[in-house]
């Protein structure tokens, strides 16, 4: 059974991340979108409205993938696809693996990041970062830290070269 919650939430992300780029591949990049991608042809330690971490990966997906709207948005859409991963680990720990898949399930559901999910703003590393934090936040009050600690300073540094909320 443990197996199966595993293959069923791979199944999902499969699926609707091919949903996503099938849709995604229709749009062109949004204005913040397109501001944020002019950061990754020029980088810099910060910018006037966000940290750097935006522009980093805008630099990496288009050296990757070349310079197109889909490098961008396959970006956007593994990242939202590693926070659905990160929710069902965090609902395992905390409850069990039917709670986790539960929780991904619904969170890759709701229209911010079904929709929006498509779109690499500074807010999707967030996010990113914000869920990988507080799993490891979890783990820590569960087994008592040990190599978790560093993780968790490597997780929340990254998060704030993502956007200043994090703090």
């Known amino acids: 059974i443990c ?17 996503k780029l099938f ?14 991608w002019l950061w990754g042809q020029h980088l810099d330690l910060s ?24 490098a961008i948005r396959l970006g956007a859409i593994s990242i939202v696809s590693l926070v659905s991963w990160i929710i ?10 039917r709670s986790g898949l539960l929780a991904a399930v ?8 079904f929709g929006g999910g498509m779109f690499l ?16 936040i979890v783990r820590i009050i569960k087994s008592g830290g040990g190599a978790s600690w560093y993780l968790l300073g490597i997780s929340a540094g990254l998060g704030l070269l993502s956007d200043y909320v994090m703090a």
């Open 23 to 36: 849709v995604a591949r229709n749009f062109p990049l949004i204005g913040d979108e397109a501001y944020y």
């Open 47 to 70: 910018y006037v409205d966000h940290p750097p971490m935006i522009a980093y990966v805008n630099f990496v997906l288009t050296s990757l993938f070349g310079q197109s709207e889909l």
């Open 121 to 136: 703003v500074p807010q999707t590393l967030l996010f990113l970062f914000w869920s990988w934090s507080f799993y490891l």
């Open 88 to 97: 069902y680990l965090t609902g395992k720990e905390l409850y069990d693996r």
């Open 106 to 113: 619904i969170f890759s559901l709701l229209p911010a990041f």
């Open 3 to 19: 197996y199966n919650f595993n293959m069923y939430l791979a199944a999902f992300l499969i699926i609707i991340n091919l949903f």
